[in-house]
């Protein structure tokens, strides 16, 4: 069974502080593919990056990066100097494979100005 | 360029009233999906379909239908409607593979009453 958990049900920060979310995953396919996603206040949900599992190398977009390490199945998503514009709940997802996404519970992310 | 575009974003229905999801897109998509969104929850996958005519039950199909007759349009079917069914409703779709993750649509936010 595909599981994603994100341990983190909110998170308050206050403005330039760096902020990490965590998410852990299981599943026993060996191939596979790990997504975040940003839902802002708006309601939509807007993708923020696709990982395969044969990629570990570290990401890195402007204030965004995310940490894969496969031997503790965890996909971590580091915001650093937070602003207000960056508050939204934030939701981890797997592929394992074929076309479907699991979803975490995601996280609620407040960053006070 | 329209994306996802779901109708209507907002529905009060009776409890035992019948209603249907519209969901459109114009990237030529193969695959398309219909998520649930409760309230403080991630999402829950209702059906997915990966082709004009194919479609498949997803974790919570349960008074649920779709249908899938041309690559655009995967509507949503609500059969007698519960209160348990008071959710958010994304329909998404992508490529095969999810290079670039779902493009999710706006969303059609339900009250069963």
């Known amino acids: 069974a595909q599981k994603v958990t994100q341990a983190q049900t909110e998170i308050s920060v206050v403005e330039k502080e760096d902020v990490t979310l965590d998410c852990v995953y299981e599943?026993?396919?060996?191939?596979?593919?790990l997504f975040w996603y940003k839902q802002p206040p708006s309601g939509e949900l807007v993708f923020l990056i696709r990982?395969?599992?044969?990629?570990?190398q570290n990401e890195i977009s402007g204030r965004y990066s995310w940490n894969f390490q496969k031997s503790t199945s965890s996909f971590n998503f580091t915001i650093t100097a937070s602003q207000v514009v960056d508050s939204a709940v934030y939701f981890c997802a797997l592929n394992p494979g074929g076309s479907r996404l699991t979803f975490g519970e995601g996280t609620q992310l407040t960053v006070n100005p | 360029n329209a994306g996802v575009t779901q109708t209507p974003k907002f529905r009060i229905l009776k409890i035992g009233q019948s209603m249907t999801l519209q969901c459109t897109q114009d990237?030529?998509?193969?695959?398309m999906y219909w998520y649930r969104q409760d309230p403080g929850m991630g999402l829950k996958l209702i059906y997915y379909?990966?082709?004009?005519?194919?479609?498949d039950k997803g974790e919570v199909p349960n008074g649920y239908n779709v249908s899938r007759s041309t690559t655009e349009d995967f509507p949503l079917r609500l059969e007698l409607a519960a209160p348990s069914q008071t959710s958010v409703y994304f329909c998404?779709?992508?490529?095969?593979?999810?290079?670039?993750?779902?493009?999710f649509g706006s969303g059609t936010r339900l009250t069963v009453v």
């Open positions: 990982r395969n599992s044969f990629d570990e």
């Open positions: 990237m030529n998509h193969n695959y």
């Open positions: 379909s990966v082709g004009a005519g194919i479609t």
């Open positions: 998404a779709s992508s490529y095969p593979g999810l290079l670039y993750g779902y493009t």
């Open positions: 599943t026993r396919d060996t191939t596979y593919y």
